[in-house]
């Protein structure tokens, strides 16, 4: 396998930190920091970083979200459930009180702009319905955004969650962008599994998904993914902007453009 890219299993250490990709050393092209962590019930997970945005995602649990005076009781029973994301500027104190076993993703990035935090809830995010009607509903799935360059501008991130119905399709037809992406994937039921194709005209891999997994997607390789019948699947996607050139739009692969008109 290609050393820029990896699809693959991470797991939480002895202090509940599973580590996807940072900075330095573990797929630096990616160029984010991304964690998940496995909060326990009457912990705080707590979190000031002075050079990086940051986004705190909660994929699952009942917690409470504390930043600059304001605090927000919610509860996700599965990742499939409505979502919840606090994004705020470098230098702002943010923290996550957990009442039950909590899984918290942390997405950052440097960037020195200042702008004020955001808490996405059902209401203020977008779902988007995408292959509604095509495809004999093989490739139906809700895209949902929390944010990117439409709705924060000041951002140098992009981050969202994809819910796809058992044995469908997503990032499909195959298309790339050459920001680098990466997925963290979550089935509804342990046992779920599919496949991820990373390709372009040097490389074709194809990888199985499972459960608590992730991808590391390299600008310029194409992404698509699919999932077994009887097994949902739910990712977070995680694109990092360019400084010239943000992520605006998704390039088809010429190859099968031709079923967007299907």
């Known amino acids: 396998m290609a050393t820029d890219y990896y699809c693959g299993h991470a797991h939480f250490d002895e202090n509940g930190r599973m580590p996807l990709t940072n900075l330095t050393d573990l797929h630096p092209n990616m160029l984010q920091n991304i964690d ?28 409470s979200f504390v930043w600059d005076g304001n605090e927000r009781a919610v509860s996700r029973p599965t990742p499939f459930d409505p979502a919840y994301c606090l994004h705020v500027c470098h230098g702002t104190k943010a923290e996550v009180r957990a009442s039950s076993v909590c899984e918290l993703l942390v997405q950052s990035t440097p960037n020195g ?43 140098n991130m992009v981050c969202g969650e994809i819910l796809i119905p058992q044995g469908g399709w997503s990032s499909y037809p195959p298309h790339e962008h050459p920001q680098p992406e990466v997925y963290y994937y979550r ?11 990373l390709y372009n005209d040097d490389v074709y891999e194809v990888n199985a998904i ?38 605006t739009e998704r390039n088809f692969d010429p190859n099968h453009e031709w079923l967007l008109k299907q």
């Open 187 to 197: 089935f509804g039921h342990p046992n779920g599994f599919g496949a991820c194709f």
């Open 210 to 247: 499972f459960d608590r997994c992730y991808v590391a997607i390299p600008g310029g390789m194409y992404h698509p993914q699919v999932n077994a019948p009887g097994y949902a699947m739910y990712y977070v996607w995680m694109i990092r902007h360019f400084a010239d050139y943000p992520w």
């Open 36 to 63: 998940v962590y496995r909060v326990q019930a009457g912990e705080s997970f707590l979190l000031e970083l002075p050079e990086e945005e940051c986004a705190l995602l909660l994929v699952e649990g009942q917690a």
């Open 113 to 155: 702009r200042d702008f004020p935090p955001v808490f996405y809830e059902p209401g203020n995010y977008r779902d988007d319905t995408f292959g509604q009607g095509q495809f004999e509903g093989k490739a139906q799935r809700t895209v949902r955004t929390f944010f990117d360059i439409k709705n924060a501008p000041y951002s």
